[in-house]
């Protein structure tokens, strides 16, 4: 097992990184500080993963919620079946919210657990790869809103991030390479070295080897730690993290949520943000080929749907939380391992990237 550190002072937690973790009292109790816990979890991984988690809480008074699984169950509504176990059970401000699922899980948890009784403990032991090494990490918490994806949250970090790769067995492949996503995204925005090691390392992570996964999860985990720990509340850099992000977001909203995963949305996005880059004549012809060719060993797809015109393009672009003062901003990469914030990129080179995507689609 490997420990990291998120550096927030008084609110500074452990990642721990390992195989098999998920029975191990050890790992738990240090960070349940009352005798009451609430293991949320859904109806696809409770089955999985459940009784093992319960077999290291003999300990405490434990009640479980079982959520309905899917994006769409993001709501307040679902939020609500979680107030309703609290108090029905009469839980009190020292109980402990575990979170036990995907993103999905983890963020309607988190939101709970920073709600009730004006915030409780939480724990997560994210179980997809995009989890272990995204969204688990860093405290944003939160619902989606009929009119907009994730536009009702919180920030409220963890006591505790528990991951255990065993589980990513279970994982479809579709899933994997949406996680895989999110791990190419460290390496394009700040670690050259990482990004070559992804290149070598690729079809070792599709294969599942529990030493690749392991380096690859504490690699991604250490970066956004790191950019968490310096920007906690998204200031400054930790807005690079959202690479991709303002392009992936338009194809899923404009597809439907849930037709494309966000991994494989965030996958082409950044390609679209390399190529804008590029054009911008800062990431160069050859990098932006190595950016193709990466997410394509990762399995995920390169090009738009063919519906998506430019001017849908810019129509969703221009509704994602990042816009400030109606410019779009976007993060481009200098290079393969230094991305920027940017707000002064020429718009019609912006037009030419979208274009040169619709006509590939077709
Ligand atoms: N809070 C953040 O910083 C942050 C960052 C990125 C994404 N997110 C959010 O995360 C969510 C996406 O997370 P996700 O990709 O994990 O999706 P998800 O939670 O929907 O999980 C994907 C699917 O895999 C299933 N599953 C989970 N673990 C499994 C396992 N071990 N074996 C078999 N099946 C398993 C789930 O039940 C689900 O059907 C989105 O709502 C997104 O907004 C949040
Ligand atoms: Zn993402």
Redesign the pocket.
């Known amino acids: 097992m490997n420990t990291l550190t998120v550096n927030l002072n008084e609110r500074s937690y452990p990642i721990h990184i390992g195989q098999d973790l998920l029975g191990d009292p050890a790992l738990l109790s240090p960070h349940i500080h009352g005798t009451q816990v609430l293991v949320v979890s859904?109806e696809?991984?409770a089955p999985?993963?459940l009784e093992q988690t319960l077999a290291a809480l003999t300990d405490y008074q434990c009640a479980t919620v079982v959520l309905p699984?899917?994006?769409k169950y993001?709501t307040l509504e679902t939020v609500n079946l979680i107030f309703d176990a609290l108090l029905q059970h009469r839980f009190d401000r020292q109980c402990t919210l575990i979170a036990l699922?995907?993103?999905?899980?983890?963020?309607i948890t988190?939101f709970a657990a920073a709600s009730y009784q004006r915030g409780v403990n939480f724990i997560q032991i994210?179980?997809?790869l995009?989890?272990q090494v995204?969204?688990?990490?860093?405290g944003?918490?939160?619902v989606?809103h009929p009119l907009g994806?994730?536009m009702i949250g919180a920030f409220h970090q963890p006591q505790c991030v528990l991951i255990d790769i065993h589980?990513?067995?279970?994982?479809?492949d579709k899933?994997l390479s949406?996680?895989l996503a999110?791990v190419i995204k460290y390496g394009l925005i700040q670690d050259q070295e990482f990004f070559v090691w992804l290149e070598a390392n690729m079809h070792k992570l599709l294969q599942r080897d529990p030493v690749a996964l392991s380096y690859a999860i504490e690699h991604s985990c250490q970066c956004k730690a790191s950019i968490v720990a310096a920007d906690e509340k998204e200031a400054g850099q930790r807005a690079l993290l959202n690479l991709g992000h303002t392009f992936g977001h338009a194809i899923e909203a404009g597809m439907g949520y849930g037709t494309w995963?966000?991994?494989e949305a965030i996958g082409t996005g950044m390609l679209m943000a390399a190529d804008l880059s590029h054009r911008q004549h800062r990431l160069s012809q050859s990098e932006l080929e190595r950016t193709q060719a990466l997410l394509e060993a990762a399995r995920l797809p390169t090009k738009i749907p063919t519906e998506m015109y430019s001017e849908r393009f810019l129509e969703l672009m221009a509704v994602d939380k990042k816009v400030q003062a109606g410019v779009i901003r976007l993060v481009l990469l200098d290079h393969i391992g230094a991305s920027y914030v940017s707000d002064d990129y020429d718009p019609q080179l912006l037009r030419d990237t979208l274009d040169a995507f619709h006509h590939a689609a077709h």
Not at 101 to 107: H, P, Y
Not at 134 to 138: A, L
Not at 167 to 172: E, G, I, Q, R, Y
């Open positions: 859904n696809t991984v999985l993963y699984d899917g994006e993001k699922g995907g993103g999905v899980v983890g963020d988190g994210p179980t997809t995009l989890a995204d969204s688990s990490v860093g944003k918490t939160g989606n994806k994730n589980t990513l067995n279970t994982l479809d899933q949406a996680g999110e995963l966000h991994g």
